[in-house]
């Protein structure tokens, strides 16, 4: 102790040092163990909408039919494809290990220290999303090498960057409703099973199983309303020339609101949390 | 090196838990889910403290007694009830990171770094997080690291390390800042008598060399009296007594142990000795034909002394203070000390 007393850290240049080692921790995290970096970080995600790629093959192959509402064969596997590679970027609802650190006492360490808790969460979500940019363009590489003939590919550069944007923006909404699901740790002892829920209507809303274009007629006008939309079936859907520069400047404009909404929603769980939290024991 | 600067302020401190009641029988149990009832649990109750800048202070307590809640409340991990506490001047619940940069925690329980990554990895992000000088960092990593001998298990994964190494490196993570308040609950439990005494010299000289403030929470006696100058003793939520050790003995009317050995072998019962004891108020504990211990007030040790002395042929005596723990049960006997605080 030198006597004087020790300025606070604090300024953005503090914080941005704070999220680069975070991400840095994260990275040696996720690769403390091979077997844990394969199955959490490589493979996971994929399964679902190569599944997806079976069943409509096997729709199309029992029913004869040459097309399910305006998707042929092709079309559905290739969305898929697209679906599959881009679903790689959305932020997994397990990626986070929030609520067991609430449930056991652990987040106790953060709350001594000048920190915002929120700049150790976000360091999960940048370290995720840059190496998941990495795998996703191997993967779709790998693909295109392996079977070029049925590989889709998009229409554009610009069709790239948009769905980019799109997918990396609503991963980030799916990660603060994620951290919200994990804050209610704070109340219930359930989360584990909130949130395979989530995964499941929120995959449902991406169009993970099937694009919108196939839904009911009041999903068809609801769902765009909600940020799972933008994050996955719109991104592919402008990959493939389906949808246009007006259609990414709304879903941009959802997904900016639906961040704004849940960063505050994020802060407020937070916040009324910690005046529960007793640390684990007396 | 105390200084009267007062870092922790707290006035009739109290925290009260509220449970959930578990009822007994399925019908009952179903009921809970339509209707609850909770109840309520007094873990502080109007706890006065000051301590000053500086001060190594031990507190006691059974399980439950209250110390880990008074840690996290003066820490700002969980928000009091009612009353005041404060930590260098703030309302510990709202501290901002000025003051967050000046303490720190260690809890033996609870690791508080990362257990997927060595430590040093650890300690580059509390680095970051507290904006440490590299240079400073490095000579701090090294120079603690040394004093506690786990210099050359800084790389390894933290799982991998035994538990004596693992809280050497929680400590030497809440040393990295420099911090001026340190608060550690049970830092020594688990571990085997090196690893305790390593970590209890580390502590009275970073005390002593830097002035740190250090507020002890432990089972272990010997941890209190080796390191700490002030006790806190709680039960069932108050503060039984708060002063140092001289002070509990005086209060307590605390006893000496005199142990004589013998130039010759006793013959029959010393029964001369026991009544020497008597008449000082106290008594002979323990017999062997060249050994007899006494337990006496300790005003009384000395007259008694005197007169074993021209009673018997002495080869060698030592008094010795009671030990810590005898008081503390005394104390939690009592359930107040008449004049305690």
Known sequence: MSGAVAAAPGGLRHHWRILRSAVAYEYKKAAAFKAG???????????????????????????GAAAIGTYGEADLIAYMLLGATLWKLVFPERGLDLAEQIFEGFITKFLIMPLRFFLMMLGRFVQYSSLQLLIASTFWLLGLLIAPAIWPRPVSAVAVAQALTLVLLGS????????????????????????????FIVGF??????????????????????????????????????????????????????????????????????RRYTGVGQ | MTTTSPLIHCRRLGKTYRTLRRREGVLRLLGGLVKREHVEHAALVDADLDILQGEMVGLIGANG????????????????????????GRDCFDLRDAEKTRLSLVMGQRSQLWWDIPPLDSFRLLRAIYDVDHDVFERRVAEHAERLGVADRLEVQLRQLSLGQRMKMEIIGAFLHDPELVFLDEPTIGLDLVSQETIRRFLRDLNRERGVTILLTSH??????????????????????DGDLPDLQRRLVGKRRVELHLED??????????????????????????????LVPTARSQALVRELFDLLAVKDLSVERQPLEDLVREVFRRGQLEDAP
């Not at chain 1, 007629?217 to 520069?245: D, H, N, Q, S």
């Open chain 2, 220 to 241: 272990d006696m010997a941890d209190i009296e080796q390191t700490c100058e002030r006790l806190l003793i709680l039960d069932g939520g108050k503060l039984l007594f």
């Open chain 1, 172 to 199: 980030y909404c799916y990660f603060l409703l994620i951290v919200v699901l994990n804050t209610m740790a704070f109340w219930l002892d359930v989360v584990w099973t909130l949130l395979v829920m989530v995964r």
């Open chain 2, 65 to 88: 007694a209250g110390k880990t809640t008074l840690v996290k409340i003066l820490a700002g991990i969980i928000p009091k009830t009612h009353g005041t506490a404060e930590v260098f």
């Open chain 1, 205 to 274: 809303c991406a169009g993970q199983l099937l694009p919108l274009a196939l839904m009911p007629g009041f999903l068809k006008t609801t769902l765009p309303w909600f940020f799972p939309y933008w994050m996955l079936c719109a991104p592919v859907e402008i990959l493939l020339g389906r949808l246009g520069g007006a259609d990414f400047q709304r879903g941009l404009l959802t997904l900016i609101a639906w961040t704004l909404a849940l960063q505050l929603l994020a802060a407020a769980t937070w916040r009324r949390g910690l």
């Open chain 1, 37 to 63: 970096f394969i199955v959490r970080e490589l493979i996971h995600g994929i399964e679902r909408p190569i599944i997806m790629i079976f069943v409509y093959k096997a729709i199309f192959v029992s029913s």
């Open chain 2, 265 to 294: 072998e006793l013959v029959g019962e010393p029964t001369d000795a026991a009544e020497v004891a008597r008449k000082h108020d106290g008594e002979l504990v323990e017999v062997s034909p060249r050994r007899l211990v006494f």
